[in-house]
């Protein structure tokens, strides 16, 4: 089992719509949890932390589900500028190969948003 | 412009050549990182520094792949005898130690191999 795992879409959503994208991890004793955000030909940025208690963002809300180790992102409302590539990010700081803060990087969830 | 800035944005080599890239952090930032990311993939973790030290390495990493932070500041990276396997974006990533999680990354060295 990958230690990050999610699903690369394409997901195809109108404008306006809800969408809900989940990252599975194989490693539970990972401590904390990120959405990135990358674009086409661009650079990953931080979406948001995922928080063990949920968190909201405007329209985008993060959930952390550790008895079935995954992470949910849910983006409301949706927007054509919420096409990207969706990158979750786990840390785990007793995985090798992490880099000083274990940060491991799943290969993303693509998004497109239709007008 | 304050952000992470990388140099060169594209270099194209032929196999067996030696190419070096750079990458200047956000200035108050002591962790340095290098990822590589290819077409469909997530980043993929090469190697870290706080300040000039470098603390972790890939086991994944060939021992062509060699990086340097002389000085605490700038960072290079360089590849010998590259493949074509190498062909990748080359991303570096830099952070505040403490500040969990959020690293700021460059625009990404992009590397084609011939």
Known sequence: RKEVEQDPGPFNVPEGATVAFNCTYSNSASQSFFWYRQDCRKEPKLLMSVYSSGNEDGRFTAQLNRASQYISLLIRDSKLSDSATYLCVVNSLSMPGGGADGLTFGKGTHLIIQP | DTGVSQDPRHKITK???NVTFRCDPISEHNRLYWYRQTLGQGPEF??????????????LLSDRFSAERPKGSFSTLEIQRTEQGDSAMYLCASSLRGYDGELFFGEGSRLTVL
């Open chain 2, 46 to 59: 090469l190697t870290y520094f706080q300040n000039e030290a470098q603390l972790e390495k890939s086991r």
């Open chain 2, 15 to 17: 196999r067996g050549q």
